[in-house]
């Protein structure tokens, strides 16, 4: 079993009588089905329906003050703090950027021997393991309560990229990018039996036309890497872009109808003139019938 403290991780508190409700009826995912030990993935949209920020969430037990704890990108947890204190309003709410004094931990490659606070099974990929948001300087200690030796953050991007989840800022772009373009309908980042949110209309009309042409979807390749944000030829067209890469392995938005087109005509991808394989031909397949439905 591994683990890594991520420090591009921060975490955000939303504490207050009116918390649950009022995320709620913010966010893509069912923050009313939280409890401590329990981790959802969702996301903050615009109205139009594209990612602001993703993240996943959690219950604080009693034990910790009680309220959510959101684990989000480090850069952009400022300014989480700061619209979600412009949405509030009056309600009771009050919202707290604690990224000076809790970070994530991943563990995977197993369960942990211990249950250690603030953990949650990672609600996107069972393969993703478990995340405990500790300080950083708690890392080693509850690595080794997990029974999981500390790993470096490479080794954990690997995985992630491994099991083909996505990574806001590098596999796709904040303020561009759909939730069905991430893969969120497919990573349980979206609940699309809760109640309204912002951004819903878009992304019901999305899950129920079948209109998500472009998806986050698992290349391989072989030698060096494609830098990410190259651009993914069939030929001399454009058919999407590269995301992040590790050990022959990368991520790429693609449109998949013109991917479609390309296997269907034996055309070869290339990224920044490096070949590229799509990993898994009959996904892209899958998907691509389930759009044109």
């Known amino acids: ?50 990612i602001v920020i993703d993240f996943l969430v959690t219950e604080a037990p009693a034990g910790h003050g009680g309220g959510f704890l959101i684990d989000c990108p480090k850069a952009l947890a400022a300014q989480l703090a700061t619209k979600l204190g412009f949405y509030k309003l009056r309600a009771k709410v009050s919202v707290e950027n604690l990224t000076d004094k809790l970070g994530a931990l991943a563990v995977w490659d197993g369960t942990p021997e211990t249950q250690i606070d603030l953990s949650f099974a990672d609600p996107r990929d069972a393969r993703l393991g478990w995340r405990i948001l500790i300080p950083q300087d708690l890392a080693e200690k509850a690595a080794k309560l997990a029974g999981a030796d500390l790993a470096d953050e490479a080794a954990y991007d690997a995985h992630r990229i491994a099991c083909g989840v996505p990574r806001g800022g590098l596999d796709f772009g904040y303020g561009d990018a759909f939730p069905h373009e991430t893969n969120m ?87 920044g003139g490096i070949p590229v394989q799509l990993a898994a031909p009959g996904d892209v397949r899958d998907l691509q019938r389930k759009t044109v439905a």
């Open 1 to 50: 079993m591994k683990a890594a403290f991520l420090s591009d991780r921060g975490v955000v508190k939303v504490s207050g009588e009116d918390a649950r409700g009022f995320l709620n009826g913010l966010v893509t995912t069912d923050v009313g089905a939280l409890q401590p030990g329990l981790g959802r993935f969702g996301a903050l949209l615009t109205p139009q329906g594209k």
């Open 185 to 271: 309908d497919r990573l349980h980042g979206v609940d699309f039996d809760k109640g309204c949110y912002i951004g819903q209309e878009v992304v019901s009309r999305m899950q129920h036309r079948g209109t998500a042409r472009t998806r986050t979807v698992r290349v391989v390749h072989d030698g060096a890497a494609p830098e990410a944000g190259v651009a993914i030829l069939a030929g001399d067209r454009q058919v999407g872009t590269m995301g992040a890469s590790a050990q022959g392995q990368g991520l790429a938005l693609l449109r998949i109808d013109k991917v479609g087109d390309a296997l269907d005509a034996g055309t070869p991808l290339t990224a």
